[in-house]
């Protein structure tokens, strides 16, 4: 369900991207360079419901993945409901009043637990015995019901593994599309968190002012007279960019979060002095924790 989500996040975001460029006009040519490829991906509705007729929000394969599961399926339930009926039965026309019997299953088959007095009067097979789990017992008359079970449940699985390599063809032919929609995807969310990062510390653009190139001239600036060297050796050359006043957003954040804390600490510290000169506790340690908020005050501010 992952490659559905994906495709149906990409067919939203294509969707709400048309209505912003319809409702502004000039946010266009805003958004077209982060934009342009994810409004010419392709979303594969096809592929979209044919994973979701195979495969439920839960990662099962669903009975409608094809018509020869669901009878399966069915023959496997109506299995089921045979064997606990007889079951039942059988434990109800039991006479042994000293010991207790219920259903059980062992590998996947209907068999009876019977604890208590180890006299029973079931004619079967018996799976496993022990003192404290009791006997389990396969009466004659469900074998072969629980051997038609089996049967059934193993057609179930190689139904839901043919549709599952069906379904497995389909999103290899979609392959590329789906690589490229996922690689576009993670470089908007990479500039859609730089961006909310930006806008919750007060981050700038910054303006960088390149040399001005006349005729494959490169000229420092428009006041100075024009130097030899040509555009070509000005991309191979290396660039230094210089921003002053500038800080790392990782360094920042970080000095943020501290400055937070510390402020905390000290609002805290602030509270306990002020509550110990109420009540006249200890001057020593009032001292100590005086001494310890100008110590936070300086590491904070």
Known sequence: ????????????????????????????????????????????????????????DDGSVKDTASPELRRYRDQVQALESRLCQLMDKLIRNADNEASLSEV?????????????????SFDGLLLSSGSDAG???EPIIAVPLNDELQGARALV?????????KLTDKILLELDN?????????????????????????GTLPDLYLPNIEHGIVNAAKDEPASTTSSAQLTKRPWKLFIPNAYHPLLLQ???????????????????????????????????????????KIRGF
């Not at 000039?26 to 010419?40: F, G, V």
């Not at 699985?157 to 390599?165: C, D, I, K, M, T």
């Open 135 to 137: 006997s389990m017992i």
């Open 1 to 56: 369900m992952a490659v559905v989500s994906l495709m149906l996040f990409v067919e939203s975001l294509q969707v709400t991207i048309r209505a912003a460029m319809k409702q502004d006009e000039d946010s266009h040519n805003l958004l077209l360079p982060l934009t342009e490829t994810i409004l010419d991906a392709v979303v594969s509705k096809l592929l979209v419901k044919s994973i979701q007729d195979v495969i439920d």
């Open 178 to 202: 789906i690589q490229i929609l996922m690689q576009e995807t993670v470089t908007l969310d990479k500039v859609t968190a730089r961006a909310r990062y930006s806008i919750a510390y007060d």
């Open 254 to 296: 970080q000095h943020q979060e501290n400055l937070r804390r510390t402020k905390k600490d000290v609002a805290s510290a602030t509270a306990e002095i002020r509550r110990r000169r109420i009540y006249g506790q200890d001057i020593a340690e009032e001292d100590q924790l005086a001494s310890e908020l100008d110590f936070m």
């Open 157 to 165: 699985v190689r139904a839901e593994l043919e549709a599952l390599s």
């Open 104 to 120: 059980s299953i062992v590998n996947g088959r209907c068999c009876i637990k019977i604890t208590g007095d180890k006299s029973s």
